[in-house]
């Protein structure tokens, strides 16, 4: 294990961690930024994260390429409510995976984890599309419920074409008015 991918794995998920924390903070969920991603520094998020750390991707993706699944992805999909394969259940009518919609403090978070991740992982070649690029790129609308995809999707189009200032204002009113997402289609009126 080498100690340049230690420390730089370290740095790398702290800066995230904290990038999340600030965004949070700035909706007012203050509980959810302290505690974002904890189990990162867990051991076996951590080690796999060193192992397969090359620093512009995942090490996820790359034990996920490596070996065909991701442990320590599976961990932290399961202790981790802003992830939406978190809320995928068997729906008893159909046997089918399906997509839960999620609750909105959860979605606000996901989206700040989105634009946190595509900051370091993209560092200056970041823009405010680059979080609907990637979401676009990696075809995940259909497993998310049609309320959480169809927030989740402003979210990022207003991000892009709106700028973050904007966007976070706008998540900053839904969080005061959160009947716009929870008995609606997922668009706020």
Known sequence: MKFHNVFHHFITISIHKLTVMDLCFKLG????????DLSKYSPIE???????YQGDRSPNA???????????????????LHHYEYWMDINPKTREWEGVKMPLR??????????????VYNGPN???????????????????????RALLETLLI????????????????????PQSYEHSNGTAQ
């Not at 969920?29 to 974002?36: A, I, M």
């Not at 606000?108 to 900051?119: F, G, N, Y």
């Not at 207003?158 to 008015?177: A, C, N, Q």
């Open 106 to 119: 959860y979605v606000l978070e996901m989206v700040c984890d989105r634009i946190a991740a595509s900051k």
């Open 29 to 36: 969920l203050l509980r959810q930024g302290l505690l974002h």
């Open 158 to 177: 207003m991000l892009s074409e709106h700028g973050e200032r904007y966007t976070l204002g706008y998540m900053r009113w839904l969080m005061k008015h």
């Open 62 to 80: 790359v034990e996920r390429n490596t070996l065909g699944y991701s442990a320590a992805w599976l961990h932290h999909k399961g202790r981790n």
């Open 126 to 148: 970041y823009s405010d599309s680059t979080p609907l690029q990637y979401y676009r790129d990696r075809s995940e609308s259909s497993r998310l419920h049609p309320d959480t």
């Open 46 to 52: 951590f080690l796999t994260g060193v192992h397969y």
